[in-house]
């Protein structure tokens, strides 16, 4: 009595991937933006206390300089795809209906996508006066 020559999917042979193939893709992502996430967020709550006294004018001058700029745009990527990863690992470790679990990883993508824009789009505009 043998038994099943393989344990994957069809199409998980036909591509080559197994669970730990994405898992530890996804393990690795996170791991590198939550360090990335800690000299960024330094930086970022540095220039927040930077802003605090300052009114709209000198706030937007500071907010639109080219290192502050770089500075929030790598943090606010840092953090959407952190948080992303993230969500999306607790939505697959705790939701157990194929449907629901679907439709809030495709909400959790869809709502890092959108804050991430807003947040980008409010930086560019500062920076090029857009």
């Known amino acids: 009595m043998a ?3 393989h344990i994957r999917t069809p199409l998980g042979r036909v591509l080559g991937r197994g669970a730990a193939k994405s898992g530890t893709e996804h393990f690795w ?13 330094i930086a970022a709550l540095g220039i927040l206390i930077a802003l605090l006294g ?4 000198a706030a937007a001058q500071i907010l639109g300089s080219p290192a502050v700029s770089i ?3 790598l943090f606010v990527s840092s953090i959407i795809i952190h948080m ?4 999306a690992a607790i939505i697959e470790d705790y939701v157990h209906d194929e449907s629901a ?3 809030l990883l495709m909400a959790n993508t869809f ?3 959108a804050v991430g824009l807003a947040a980008v789009y409010g930086l560019l505009k500062l920076s090029f006066g857009l």
Do not use: C, D, E, S
């Open 29 to 41: 992502h996170q791991r590198l933006t939550a360090v990335a996430n800690v000299p960024l967020t």
């Open 54 to 57: 300052r009114n709209q004018a």
């Open 84 to 87: 992303r990863i993230g969500m």
């Open 3 to 5: 038994g099943p020559k």
């Open 101 to 103: 679990k679907l439709t």
């Open 111 to 113: 709502f890092t996508i």
């Open 71 to 73: 500075i929030m745009l």
